[in-house]
């Protein structure tokens, strides 16, 4: 039989005075007490006393509470950091109190562990309080109880395993979340023990502390290791790989913590912390990245050619400059503007999943997003029929192109607080394909500005935009002899033209543009110009929630309007 949350109601004394406490199967809530309230509107009214009452009332729903625990010999004013200047009364020496911890929001997505300690005289009522609130939250079955968690202890400034032991670890302490924690000691550790050595019956989640290189290891090592563990083949072209079932947490650490900020919405370790605590989910696409039929690896971020893949070479260069070595290469790379010839052929997506200009952005509880995609509606005969009869919806451009890029999520950060693509979304199964055709300096210029304020970066006539399911881009040095002679038909002026500068790329004496650029696939350079990409709808999760709509938690007494 199931077990049926226990409501309780009763007047307790927090550091704001007696209040009405309640708790329902959905919230915690404590507000100003009816007998106070009434004494406040007649002459024993203090409107400082009731103003700080107010501030202190909350409704906290039951998911966001992180632990209850007995307080012992508190200082009723020790959870505001207020100090008490006069000794504790005998009536407050006879109390019995417990401390809730809970989930409270600030500005721009960040979340900070508030506590409110409750008193009341008789012990009874206070195990009473415990004990509800604790067979409450042990009804929520989706928290994570034990955790593997790996610090990169180079990420970023270096502060990993600091961030980790000051900010998040005491988190997952009251949280009464038991750890095991690998510190890595070379590139690729995490992504070898988890493909190999990890015993991960035993956890409920992972958690890795740095940033996007190091959330891309863990990644890997986990799809692999599901792929491997369930029998799936991640070699082989068409395989439909295995959702991972273990969630990932992001705590941020790097230089470029790009996964974190577009599916939290901040890059705050303690926020993250909470996310994880609080047993959060968000189902996330992968991309699979293939050339000449092997597969290469996968993406969750961006694929960029072309700009992004020249100023990743370049400032992979600049590495002991550190997080400044992207400013100084995106500089020298836009003035290098270089363009790249080649073919690009993509899937269109399905009309239901939207469109890259559709100003939908994926938020949490994304509608979206929870559509059944193509690719999941896709298994054994019906994979094959739907493939082939998509083979012939197969759209090509060819073209010189600034800049190419996929991108898989919005690509947020702190510098582009909308994105690459700003209606991209998480989890539908899609990537936005971004063509940048060759333009002016100034132009080209424009178009990055937009990136940095609301105007639209794809209303520019050089730049188009797709949402596919699936992209082949073939660099024109790799193209077919077919495929370049009918380019020389197509135009007998610009086909002598073509041909000449066919023959400088292949002597790069001659100083012109070289024939191809490399992809940056996540921050990792892929030296391959020429690959094909699939996207698995929904292959992993992280303990996140995607971004909320902000302006709903303003007010603390808007939830218990809901
Ligand atoms: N102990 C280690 N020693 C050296 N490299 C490591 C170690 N642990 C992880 N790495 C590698 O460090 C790379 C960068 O890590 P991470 O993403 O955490 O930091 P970052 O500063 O954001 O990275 P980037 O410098 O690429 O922006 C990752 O690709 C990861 O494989």
Same mark, same amino acid.
């Given at each position: 039989?199931?077990?049926?949350?226990?409501?309780?109601?009763?007047?307790?004394t927090?550091?704001?005075?007696?209040?009405?406490?309640?708790?329902?199967?959905?919230?915690?809530?404590?507000?100003?007490a009816?007998?106070?309230?009434?004494?406040?509107?007649?002459?024993a009214?203090?409107?400082?006393k009731?103003g700080?009452?107010?501030?202190?009332?909350r409704?906290?729903?039951?998911?966001?509470?992180v632990?209850v625990?007995?307080?012992?010999?508190?200082?009723?004013?020790?959870?505001?950091?207020?100090r008490?200047?006069a000794?504790?009364s005998?009536?407050?020496?006879?109390?019995?109190?417990?401390?809730?911890s809970y989930?409270?929001?600030?500005?721009?997505?960040?979340?900070q562990?508030?506590?409110v300690?409750?008193?009341?005289?008789?012990s009874?009522?206070?195990?009473?309080?415990l004990q509800?609130?604790?067979e409450?939250?042990?009804?929520?079955?989706?928290?994570?109880?034990?955790?593997?968690v790996?610090i990169?202890?180079?990420?970023?400034?270096?502060r990993?395993?600091r961030i980790y032991?000051?900010?998040?670890a005491?988190?997952?302490?009251?949280a009464?979340i038991s750890?095991?924690?690998i510190?890595?000691e070379?590139?690729?550790?995490?992504?070898?023990h988890?493909?190999t050595?990890?015993?991960?019956?035993k956890?409920?989640?992972?958690?890795?502390?740095g940033g996007?290189?190091m959330?891309?290891? =863990?990644?890997?090592?986990?799809?692999?290791?599901?792929?491997?563990d369930?029998?799936a083949?991640?070699?082989?072209?068409?395989?439909?790989l295995?959702?991972?079932?273990?969630? =990932?947490?992001?705590?941020?650490?790097?230089?470029t913590?790009c996964?974190c900020?577009a599916?939290v919405?901040s890059n705050?370790?303690?926020?993250?912390?909470?996310?994880i605590? =609080?047993?959060?989910?968000?189902?996330?696409?992968?991309?699979?990245?293939?050339?000449?039929?092997?597969?290469?690896?996968?993406?969750?971020s961006?694929?960029?050619?072309?700009f992004?893949?020249d100023m990743l070479?370049?400032?992979?260069?600049?590495?002991w400059?550190?997080?400044a070595?992207y400013?100084?290469s995106?500089?020298k790379?836009?003035?290098?503007h270089?363009?790249?010839?080649?073919t690009?052929?993509f899937?269109l997506?399905?009309?239901?999943v939207?469109?890259?200009r559709?100003k939908?952005?994926?938020?949490s509880?994304?509608?979206?997003?929870?559509?059944?995609?193509?690719?999941?509606?896709?298994c054994?005969?019906e994979?094959?029929a739907?493939d082939?009869?998509?083979?012939?919806a197969?759209?090509?451009?060819?073209?010189k192109f600034?800049a190419?890029?996929?991108?898989?999520?919005?690509?947020?950060?702190?510098r582009s607080?909308?994105?690459?693509?700003?209606?991209?979304?998480l989890?539908?199964g899609t990537v936005?394909?971004i063509?940048?055709?060759?333009c002016?300096?100034l132009?080209?210029f424009r178009?990055?500005l937009?990136?940095?304020n609301k105007?639209?970066?794809f209303?520019h006539?050089?730049?188009?935009?797709?949402?596919?399911r699936?992209?082949?881009f073939?660099?024109?040095?790799?193209?077919?002899?077919?495929?370049?002679e009918l380019?020389?038909?197509?135009?007998?002026?610009v086909?002598?033209a073509?041909?000449?500068?066919?023959?400088c790329?292949?002597?790069?004496?001659?100083?012109?543009?070289?024939?191809h650029?490399?992809w940056?696939?996540?921050?990792?350079?892929?030296?391959?110009?020429g690959?094909? =990409?699939?996207?698995?709808c929904q292959?992993?999760?992280?303990f996140?929630?995607?971004?909320?709509?902000q302006?709903?938690f303003d007010?603390?007494y808007?939830?218990c309007?809901?």
């Amino acid at each position: 039989m199931e077990t049926q949350p226990r409501a309780l109601c009763s007047q307790l004394t927090s550091q704001h005075g007696l209040c009405d406490v309640t708790l329902t199967g959905a919230f915690l809530s404590w507000k100003e007490a009816e007998t106070c309230r009434r004494r406040a509107a007649g002459h024993a009214y203090d409107p400082r006393k009731a103003g700080a009452f107010k501030k202190g009332g909350r409704c906290v729903p039951l998911c966001e509470i992180v632990a209850v625990q007995e307080t012992e010999g508190e200082d009723p004013g020790a959870d505001t950091g207020e100090r008490r200047s006069a000794p504790r009364s005998p009536a407050e020496c006879n109390q019995h109190a417990f401390t809730v911890s809970y989930v409270e929001r600030g500005r721009k997505h960040r979340w900070q562990c508030s506590e409110v300690t409750f008193r009341c005289t008789e012990s009874r009522l206070c195990l009473q309080w415990l004990q509800a609130i604790k067979e409450q939250l042990a009804l929520l079955t989706t928290r994570p109880k034990r955790l593997l968690v790996y610090i990169n202890p180079y990420g970023g400034k270096q502060r990993g395993k600091r961030i980790y032991e000051q900010k998040v670890a005491p988190i997952f302490c009251r949280a009464s979340i038991s750890t095991d924690v690998i510190v890595t000691e070379r590139a690729n550790h995490a992504r070898d023990h988890l493909k190999t050595e990890a015993d991960l019956q035993k956890y409920d989640g992972i958690v890795c502390v740095g940033g996007d290189g190091m959330f891309s290891e =863990v990644m890997h090592g986990l799809i692999s290791r599901t792929q491997r563990d369930t029998g799936a083949d991640q070699n082989c072209s068409g395989e439909t790989l295995v959702e991972c079932s273990l969630r =990932v947490g992001i705590i941020p650490a790097g230089s470029t913590d790009c996964v974190c900020y577009a599916t939290v919405g901040s890059n705050d370790p303690v926020t993250s912390a909470l996310h994880i605590v =609080v047993g959060d989910s968000q189902p996330m696409d992968v991309c699979s990245i293939r050339a000449d039929d092997t597969f290469l690896r996968y993406s969750v971020s961006l694929l960029g050619y072309g700009f992004y893949g020249d100023m990743l070479t370049d400032s992979e260069r600049k590495r002991w400059m550190g997080p400044a070595r992207y400013d100084l290469s995106g500089v020298k790379t836009f003035l290098s503007h270089r363009y790249y010839e080649g073919t690009v052929s993509f899937l269109l997506a399905d009309s239901n999943v939207g469109t890259p200009r559709d100003k939908l952005q994926c938020r949490s509880g994304c509608n979206i997003c929870q559509q059944p995609s193509a690719d999941k509606r896709l298994c054994g005969k019906e994979d094959r029929a739907l493939d082939g009869e998509a083979k012939g919806a197969w759209q090509v451009i060819r073209g010189k192109f600034l800049a190419i890029n996929a991108a898989c999520m919005s690509c947020a950060c702190p510098r582009s607080p909308k994105g690459l693509s700003p209606s991209a979304h998480l989890a539908n199964g899609t990537v936005d394909l971004i063509l940048v055709h060759k333009c002016s300096r100034l132009d080209f210029f424009r178009h990055l500005l937009r990136h940095t304020n609301k105007d639209d970066q794809f209303d520019h006539p050089f730049v188009e935009v797709y949402r596919v399911r699936q992209f082949r881009f073939t660099p024109r040095c790799q193209e077919t002899a077919s495929e370049l002679e009918l380019e020389l038909r197509e135009g007998d002026g610009v086909g002598r033209a073509r041909f000449f500068s066919q023959i400088c790329r292949k002597h790069p004496a001659c100083g012109c543009m070289p024939t191809h650029s490399c992809w940056n696939c996540d921050g990792e350079i892929l030296p391959h110009a020429g690959i094909e =990409v699939r996207v698995h709808c929904q292959l992993i999760k992280l303990f996140a929630r995607g971004i909320e709509e902000q302006t709903v938690f303003d007010d603390p007494y808007t939830l218990c309007a809901i």
